[in-house]
């Protein structure tokens, strides 16, 4: 469809060459300077139009043609200048000085491939009434020729014109019927039908001039020329015209190739792309896997507390001390993310012992019932210097891995002094059991968890709740992965 739209534009556009007039041979026009109309693209794929002035390889074109989205122009490397013949230059030198830029005007030097040059109108500019062409890219259709005339002056460096121009056209040369340059497309007014614009042919000398770039003013068409091929023979005409079709089918076989090869790329690329993106997707869930947390938790360690006094008016006592082995066996909740620790539901265990003044202090404080009138001769009640031991178990939560809510029971043995005389001491074993309630939190560094604790040791023994405070570092090992 696109290319039978092509075609279509192209034939209607010849319709418009073939119309002519006394003044003017637009076809003698065409094909006396079209091989010097260059395409010139860059790297954001724009196109734009330039022509080429002298044998040296210098081009003529707008500023804004070669601008990139910054404002500055392209680098000559990026920028490739195409011919009629399918041939191909690139681009040595760029000339953009400020003064040129204000009037939207650049040169290029091409490296190679100059196959003709375009003269330009040698003295003044044209007149108005003076008919015209361009010969541009207008919308991509490559070097479409369209017709008009030169309608005014109102501007110091411009020419205005009603030759229809549209984007692709800039930087392409006005051309009068001798086949010289009398001005440059640049822009359209907007708004206004059939207006735009063009620099004038006296500006573009000067600039020239200025940088010492040589340019030719002979005419390539004579008054003879128009005189003798004033109409232009319908085999002529059949001719130039499928000269133009052939091009464009070769041009656009070209780019169909071009467009297939860019997509089997594109399509490798992808292809290639997705393959990545699996592999990464399959290593990222391995290690998802890996490192989510495991169901099943044994956990060892100890630990060393202080007694802190009665529940109803604690105080701590440095004196007071307690030491202890710490185990843990604990069961995680299901859990689905590296983030999300999870619940555990634990079974803690303590196993320790504290000092004298921690047993006679907690006996006091808690006012333990050691049925004290089954010693008929205690006359000290105090606890001994020695090992008294404590065991504690209870069952509760870790939640999210940071706090810990557990309650379970406890029981310690306590040796009682007996001052018989003042000479003979008797030493009595008693133990005592209780119920525990201890809130603390979880800090986690790796495999190693830090825990500060609060107990309260009630009922059982004790008429009084008393209160100790506990930290333990225990290792944690885990097993039974988490289920994705």
Same mark, same amino acid.
């Given at each position: 469809m696109m290319k039978a739209a092509n075609l279509f534009l192209l034939i209607m556009s010849f319709l418009t060459i073939a119309i002519q007039? %006394?003044?003017?041979?637009?076809?003698?026009? $065409?094909?006396?300077?079209?091989?010097?109309?260059?395409l010139i693209e860059t790297p954001a794929g724009a196109l734009g139009t330039g022509f080429i002035v002298n044998n040296e390889g210098w081009v003529v074109t707008n500023y804004h043609v070669i601008e990139d989205e910054d404002g500055n122009s392209y680098k !000559?490397?990026? @920028? #490739?200048?195409?011919? *009629?013949? =399918?041939?191909?230059?690139?681009v040595? /030198? +760029?000339i953009d000085e400020p003064n040129n830029q204000g009037i939207d005007i650049s040169l290029l030097k091409l490296n190679s491939g100059v196959v003709s040059y375009i003269p330009l109108l040698e003295n003044g500019n044209a007149k108005i009434g003076e008919d015209i062409v361009a010969i541009g890219h207008p919308k991509g259709l490559n070097w479409t020729q369209t017709k008009g005339s030169v309608t005014n002056f109102t501007f110091e460096n411009f020419v205005q014109i009603d030759v229809a121009v549209n984007p692709g056209n800039s930087g392409g040369p006005l051309i009068n019927s001798g086949g010289q340059v009398i001005g440059v497309v640049t822009a359209g007014m907007d708004k206004m039908q059939n207006t735009n614009v063009g620099v004038k042919i006296s500006v573009i000398r000067n600039i020239l001039k200025n940088f010492k770039i040589t340019y030719?003013?002979? !005419?390539? +068409?004579?008054?003879?020329?128009? *005189? #003798?091929? &004033? +109409? #232009? &023979? =319908?085999?002529? /005409? %059949?001719? +130039? #015209?499928?000269?133009? @079709?052939?091009? *464009?089918?070769? /041009?656009?076989?070209?780019?169909?190739?071009? *467009?297939?090869?860019? $997509?089997?790329?594109e399509k490798l690329a992808l292809q290639r792309q997705n393959e990545l993106e699996?592999?990464? /997707?399959?290593? @990222?869930?391995?290690?998802?896997?890996?490192? @989510? !947390?495991?169901?099943l938790i044994v956990a060892f360690g100890g630990g060393a507390g202080v007694y802190t006094g009665p529940f109803d008016g604690m105080q701590k006592s440095e004196k007071a001390l307690s030491w202890s082995s710490n185990f843990m066996v604990g069961l995680r909740f299901e859990t689905s993310s590296i983030m999300d620790r999870g619940h555990i539901f634990g079974i803690f265990m303590n196993i320790g012992g504290a000092n004298k003044d921690y047993r006679t202090q907690q006996a006091i404080d808690g006012e333990v019932d050691f049925d004290l009138k089954s010693i008929p001769n205690l006359t000290n009640f105090s606890a001994p210097d020695g090992f008294n031991s404590t065991f504690e178990m209870e069952a509760g939560f870790i939640l999210e891995e940071w706090l810990r809510i557990s309650g379970g029971f406890g029981s310690q043995t306590f040796e009682l002094e007996n001052k018989i005389s003042t000479t003979k001491t008797e030493t009595i074993e008693k133990s005592f059991s209780y119920y525990t309630g201890t809130i603390g939190l979880v800090m986690r560094f790796g495999p190693v968890h830090i825990s500060p604790t609060f107990t309260t040791m009630m009922g059982g023994d004790f008429i009084k709740a008393n209160t100790k405070a506990n930290v333990t570092m225990t290792f944690w090992l885990d097993f039974l992965k988490s289920r994705f």
């Open positions: 007039s %006394q003044n003017m041979n637009a076809v003698m026009v $065409y094909e006396k300077c079209v091989n010097a109309v260059v !000559p490397s990026d @920028l #490739t200048v195409k011919f *009629l013949n =399918g041939n191909t230059a690139k040595s /030198q +760029i030719s003013t002979k !005419p390539v +068409i004579s008054e003879d020329d128009l *005189l #003798t091929t &004033s +109409i #232009t &023979s =319908g085999e002529e /005409q %059949q001719k +130039i #015209t499928e000269m133009r @079709l052939s091009y *464009l089918k070769k /041009q656009q076989d070209r780019e169909d190739e071009f *467009l297939s090869l860019k $997509y089997e790329k699996e592999a990464e /997707q399959q290593r @990222l869930l391995e290690e998802y896997n890996r490192d @989510l !947390p495991k169901r």
